[in-house]
């Protein structure tokens, strides 16, 4: 199993939209979570338009925790199938697969009241789980996890501690300007303490490199390595964000070409190749030789999807640079 944690350190750098274009373009069927402990339903009321139908989410599954059920069954009920995008005809919507990806992509609605994280804290574990289950089925996880600022003001709606221990990576969304390397360094301690919490790989996924900041100037300052690295165009990127032009039809023609959603592929691959290395490492590191989300298998799949050879051994600083020297 794979599961990919995205927070950012402070303002509003994209997670959300990153986190459903990585999705979008998983190599892999993936389940994509709204953890977000400030919900606002923004992949409901942006990218989907209000167009879809959604249950209860979250506040379902505790419902279900309550009550003694089977909580990998309630999961299983909660997940609706996102479409794709489709610049290519109107409706500008399709469910099956689309160019670079032809998996399956879920996605669990997040929380539905202000108060429900807190009360959420007891059924993580039970949850954390679920995804396991899910892992055993060769299925993915990217869990978006809203800001880390609003988790270290109260410590009970921090990023639950039985996914940080199970990630193989963990992401820190940030924007390359002044105000966002601010709010990174600001809270620099916390993600130094979740990354004693696990032995995922923690590191930034940058959005707009060179914008004024390279990934490289980013990586030598704060001493984390670049995961991946997304281009900046708000008027793509609203494509997701807003469901701009899915309704009209109007979607930007060649979108699914430019070199935004190229940026999504490329990161996709490259991050999933990292997570399944890094499940190799964790593997030897506690002994849990045998399970089928850390198998040499996987390791190749992981490889043919990106193309990028052997997905085995760990990741040096100099293959880090390199990869964020590759990534577009």
Do not use: N
């Not at 921090?158 to 709010?183: I, M, Q």
């Not at 109007?250 to 890094?278: C, D, E, F, N, T």
């Amino acid at each position: 199993m794979a599961i990919l944690l995205l927070l950012s350190a402070a303002g509003a750098p994209g997670v959300t939209s990153t986190g459903l274009g990585l999705a979008l373009w998983w190599p892999r069927e993936v389940v994509l979570v709204d953890a977000d402990p400030h919900p606002c339903h923004a992949v409901e009321a942006g990218y989907l338009g209000g167009r879809v139908s959604v249950g209860g989410g979250l506040a379902e599954l505790a419902r279900a925790h309550r009550q003694g059920g089977d909580l990998t069954a309630a999961l299983w009920a909660e997940l609706i199938e996102l479409p794709r995008p489709d610049d290519s005809r109107d409706g500008a919507l399709r469910d099956a697969g689309h160019e670079g990806s032809s998996q399956t992509v879920h996605y669990l609605p997040g929380f539905s009241h202000p108060a429900q994280p807190a009360l959420f804290q007891t059924v993580w574990p039970a949850l954390a789980g679920s995804l396991v289950e899910l892992g055993q089925a060769g299925i993915d996880v990217i869990v978006d996890l809203g800001r880390i600022s609003s988790a270290g003001a109260v410590r009970a709606a921090g990023p639950p501690a039985e996914l940080v221990s199970l990630a193989a990576a963990l992401g820190v969304v940030s924007r390359t300007g002044l105000r966002s390397l601010a709010g990174l360094s600001l809270h620099r301690e916390q993600i130094d303490g979740l990354a004693r919490q696990t032995t995922a790989s923690v590191g930034l996924v940058l959005v707009g490199s060179g914008r004024p900041y390279s990934a490289g100037e980013i990586q030598g300052e704060f001493g984390l390595p670049v995961l991946a690295e997304v281009t900046d165009d708000a008027r793509a990127a609203s494509v997701l964000s807003d469901g701009a032009g899915l309704v009209s039809g109007s979607i930007p023609r060649g979108w699914g070409r430019g070199r935004y959603v190229s940026s999504l592929r490329h990161a996709a691959g490259a991050l999933h190749k990292r997570m399944v290395r890094q499940a190799g490492i964790a593997e030897q590191h506690v002994g849990l030789t045998g399970q089928p989300w850390l198998d040499q298998a996987g390791e190749r799949e992981a490889a043919e999807a990106t193309g990028r050879g052997s997905a085995s051994g760990s990741p040096s600083r100099r293959e880090a640079e390199a990869e964020a020297e590759e990534t577009p």
